[in-house]
């Protein structure tokens, strides 16, 4: 595993707000569950937290690497020392732009060397001279 984890939601999360109140229900429900993963309406339904809500909170802690998204279903969540594999991934994967990015040099990187050997012709004459025959 790398060295450089996400922080732990209660290192960073706004103690002593209403919005840390209810960040504090959120993690409860997603970091101390005896599921790994778990769906939004899941942690609606647990926390008593809207839905809007709870995505905000996702939205926020997600950018940080704190909270994974499921691969295999768009729809689930677990924190990020839940599934230490899966962040170690998640932090070292390109972002979609530099995967878009390093696949259209590669592209044209591989159309430029097929036009350079596609324009080269071998020549037994050293000579510059037009050669035509009479």
């Not at 209660?10 to 959120?26: I, L």
Request: glycine share 4%.
């Amino acid at each position: 595993m790398s060295n450089h984890n996400p922080p732990h939601w209660y290192d960073v999360y706004p103690q002593g707000t209403k919005e840390g109140s209810e960040e504090v229900k959120f993690f409860k429900a997603l970091a101390r569950s005896k599921f790994t993963w778990r769906s939004v309406a899941a942690i609606v339904k647990e926390t008593g937290l809207s839905q809007k809500r709870v995505e905000e909170i996702i939205t926020k802690y997600e950018a940080q690497g704190i909270i994974i998204n499921n691969a295999k279903n768009e729809n689930n969540y677990a924190y990020w020392e839940l599934v230490p594999k899966t962040s170690e991934k998640k932090r070292s994967k390109k972002s979609i732009s530099d995967k878009d990015k390093a696949k259209r040099v590669k592209a044209f990187a591989q159309n430029q060397a097929g036009a350079t050997l596609g324009n080269f012709t071998c020549d037994d004459d050293d000579d510059d001279d037009d050669d035509t025959t009479p």
